[in-house]
Structures are given as C-alpha cells and as structure tokens.
C-alpha cells in the first residue's frame, strides 16, 4: 500500500510540473504575442505618417500668398496622391479585418483596367520624382466585370512596393494586356531580387522579409493585394529572375 501511495504522489508531482510548464510556455507565448502587438502598432503609426508629413509641407507651401501657379499646381499634385495613398493603407488595414471576419466583399461594375492603370501611375508620378514610372497598354479598353476601387487598391500597393524597394534613378514599368479571355498585368522594378527562400513567406499578413527590413512596411500590402486578385477569380504570383535582374509580380484576371 505504501508503494503505491508513493507513486501516485510521484504522478502528481508530475502533472503538477506538466502544467507548470505549460503555463509557462503559454506565458511566454503572450509576452511574445504583446511584443508583436505593440511592434506592429508602431509600425502602423510609422507608415501611416509617411503620407501626412508630405501632405502637411505641401499644404503649407500651397497656403502661401507668394507662391507661383505651377509650384501651387505641382504641390496639389502631391498632396492629391498623398492622399490617395493614405485611403490606400486604410484599406488595407479595414480589408485585414474583414478578412479575417469574412466580410471581405467585392462591388462589380463594367470598368477598364487599363484606364484605372493610368490613374494610378499618374497619381504616383508625383511621389516618385527620382523614378522613371512607365506604362505599357493596348490600343483598346481592357474591359471586365470588376471593382474598380479594389483593383486600384492592388495596382497601387504594387507600383509602391515596386517604387519602395528599388533605387532612385531606376525605371518602374507596368504593362497590361489581353490573351484569349485573360487580362494580364505586371509590374516590374530595377530593385534586388526576393531570395528563394523568402519567397514563401511573401504573401502572410504582418510579415517583414528580412531583404526588406530597412524599408518602414504595414506587411500587409501583398496580402490585400493577393486576396483582391483571387477575390476577382484570378492569380497573383512572383516571377522567377535571376540575382540582379529585378522583381515582378504578375496577375492574370479573367475577362468572363
């Protein structure tokens, strides 16, 4: 009798130091779940405030009685695509949580994809003065079945990433196209290429890729972007390059 009260006390010690160690890795997993909040708030205010200190200085530079009418029109430029790419990172934090919830949901229309390229480059051109931004598109409309307001949202976390993650003096080009009952499109920058092993983390909310850790980024910018495509029935993906030869990521849409 006396050996097996022993070894059910040995069990219970042992279930105790069990849980022990449980509510120590748990405890561990919050410490490191808070650091990761507060890590990305900051991160959300940094990149949020990139926009409006630009908005700011123009505004203020505008507002000035002197200023001459093509520094007042230039200025207006950049504040009009500061802005736009503020409601750009707003929508994608407000498309994550509804992503999440499965609220994430698309407003169709008859729109052309290769006029809302366009409109994005233009409002871009403004922001990167030290790049060349150019735009390959056929002769006639690229016509689809699509939300407008969301492909600009993708066509525009694209063209930033492409002009964030490459060096000033280099050429950005975005092409659009048609074959058989697919719109096409690409963007392409001068910039390093992703490292194979970093490739399957590219897509993940939240996720920095340590090539791209000395760039301020919400990580949430190819995730909205991938989810809007495939959200459309279409594909967005990586393309493969040789060390040197720059990124591209390419998605195809369907036409029908």
């Not at 449980?22 to 991160?43: H, V």
């Not at 009418?69 to 009009?80: A, D, L, S």
């Not at 994608?92 to 509804?98: I, N, P």
Request: hydrophobic residues 35%.
């Amino acid at each position: 009798m006396q050996v097996q009260r022993e070894q059910t006390q040995d069990e219970i010690i042992e279930a105790l130091q069990h849980q022990v160690g449980k509510l120590k890795e748990g405890n561990f997993l919050l410490q490191d779940q808070l650091a990761r909040k507060e890590q990305y708030i900051a991160m959300i205010a940094h990149e949020l405030r990139g926009p409006l200190t630009p908005i700011i200085s123009y505004a203020q530079m505008v507002a000035r009685p002197t200023q001459r009418p093509e520094t007042i029109q230039r200025g207006t430029k950049v504040i009009i695509g500061q802005a736009r790419r503020l409601t750009r990172l707003v929508d994608d934090l407000l498309d994550s949580s509804r992503l999440s919830s499965g609220q994430f949901t698309l407003k169709r229309e008859a729109c052309d994809i290769a006029t809302l390229a366009i409109e994005v480059v233009e409002e871009l051109r403004p922001l990167a003065p030290y790049h060349t931004l150019k735009l390959e598109i056929p002769e006639a409309p690229v016509m689809g079945n699509w939300d407008s307001g969301r492909l600009q949202q993708a066509l525009g976390n694209l063209l930033d990433n492409a002009i964030k993650y490459s060096d000033e003096r280099t050429t950005v080009t975005a092409r659009i196209w048609t074959e058989d009952d697919t719109a096409h499109g690409s963007v392409h920058n001068q910039g390093a290429s992703i490292p194979p092993a970093e490739i399957g983390r590219l897509f993940r909310p939240y996720v920095r890729l340590q090539a791209t850790s000395a760039q301020q980024g919400s990580g949430l910018g190819l995730h909205i972007t991938k989810s809007i495509i495939e959200a459309h029935g279409g594909t967005l993906r990586l393309e493969p390059h040789r060390e040197g030869q720059g990124t591209t990521f390419s998605f195809d849409l369907p036409l029908h």
